[in-house]
Nanobody, 115 residues
Framework: VQLVESGGGLVQPGGSLRLSCVASGFTFSSYVMSWYRQAPGKERELVASIISAGGGINYADSMKGRFTISRDNAKNTVYLQMNSLKPEDTAVYYC?????????WGQGTQVIVSS
């Protein structure tokens, strides 16, 4: 099982980034896919989740209207479009796959929002 994130980097406040997570080794379409983040000195927190195609989407309140989660089951990929980025969005962003008692994590991708 692998979850490989990409797309992180340094961006100025107000800018945008698109994160990708490519999954392999499990039936991607059957899993709830989520993005979490962890800022320095803070606990990991949920950013957004998406059930399989056509299913529900959930966002943390502070991300609503700025972040968009989506998935492409044909490509085994989940995305996180992040707009209007703020310095407080600086964190390591992790991809998560969950179904019943199975749960997998990616290695994370660093996002730094700074001028």
């Amino acid at each position: 099982v692998q979850l490989v994130e990409s797309g992180g980097g340094l961006v100025q406040p107000g800018g945008s980034l698109r994160l990708s997570c490519v999954a392999s080794g499990f039936t991607f379409s059957s899993y709830v896919m989520s993005w979490y983040r962890q800022a320095p000195g803070k606990e990991r927190e949920l950013v957004a989740s998406i059930i399989s195609a056509g299913g529900g989407i959930n966002y943390a309140d502070s991300m609503k209207g700025r972040f968009t989660i989506s998935r492409d089951n044909a490509k085994n990929t989940v995305y996180l479009q992040m707009n209007s980025l703020k310095p407080e969005d600086t964190a390591v962003y992790y991809c998560n796959a969950r179904r019943l008692w199975y749960e997998y994590w990616g290695q994370g991708t660093q996002v730094i929002v700074s001028s």
